[in-house]
């Protein structure tokens, strides 16, 4: 990998862990508070959809600022970032409930980390997905350093 491929690859994974850290803190709290309106599995579901949601709308725009650097309100490239990120989302919303549906589990910290691990598989796949179809075009290129 060229040291500025390596750089744009720094630069896209703190824009993602920044992001991803607001999605878990938010899921860590609004997870128990809808618990208290609805059942666990439907909260748990809800909360990792809306957490996701949140998460994926800071990371398109810091990415598009600070990552790829494209100019302009470009109505397609948001598209296209939601299109990678959907599928993302749906396979975050069912399998989290599932896997603690499946460790019949109730605590917290167990859910925040089966998010963690979904999330990270997840993670390399919406990467290449955004370098490669997202946010390629001939003036969007990583920093020459």
């Given at each position: 990998?060229?040291?500025?491929?390596?750089?744009?690859?720094?630069?896209?994974?703190?824009?993602?862990?920044?992001?991803?850290?607001?999605?878990?803190?938010?899921?860590?709290?609004?997870?128990?508070?809808?618990?208290?309106?609805?059942?666990?599995?439907?909260?748990?579901?809800?909360?990792?959809?809306?957490?996701?949601?949140?998460?994926?709308i800071?990371?398109?725009?810091?990415?598009?600022?600070?990552?790829?650097?494209?100019?302009g309100?470009?109505?397609?490239?948001?598209?296209?970032?939601?299109?990678?990120?959907?599928?993302?989302?749906?396979?975050?919303?069912?399998?989290?409930?599932?896997?603690?549906?499946?460790?019949?589990?109730?605590?917290?910290?167990?859910?925040?980390?089966?998010?963690?691990?979904?999330?990270?598989?997840?993670?390399?796949?919406?990467?290449?997905?955004q370098?490669?179809?997202?946010?390629?075009?001939?003036?969007?290129?990583?920093?020459?350093?």
């Amino acid at each position: 990998m060229k040291n500025n491929q390596f750089i744009h690859f720094i630069k896209f994974s703190g824009v993602s862990i920044f992001a991803t850290i607001l999605e878990y803190v938010l899921f860590f709290f609004l997870t128990p508070l809808l618990c208290r309106w609805m059942n666990q599995t439907i909260a748990d579901g809800l909360s990792t959809a809306l957490c996701y949601l949140l998460a994926t709308i800071l990371c398109y725009i810091l990415n598009k600022l600070f990552v790829f650097k494209t100019k302009g309100t470009d109505l397609k490239e948001a598209f296209k970032f939601f299109v990678v990120a959907t599928p993302k989302m749906l396979i975050t919303t069912f399998l989290v409930p599932a896997f603690i549906a499946l460790l019949n589990t109730d605590t917290n910290i167990i859910k925040t980390l089966i998010n963690i691990c979904i999330q990270t598989v997840l993670f390399f796949v919406g990467y290449l997905f955004q370098k490669i179809w997202v946010f390629n075009k001939n003036n969007t290129r990583p920093e020459e350093s």
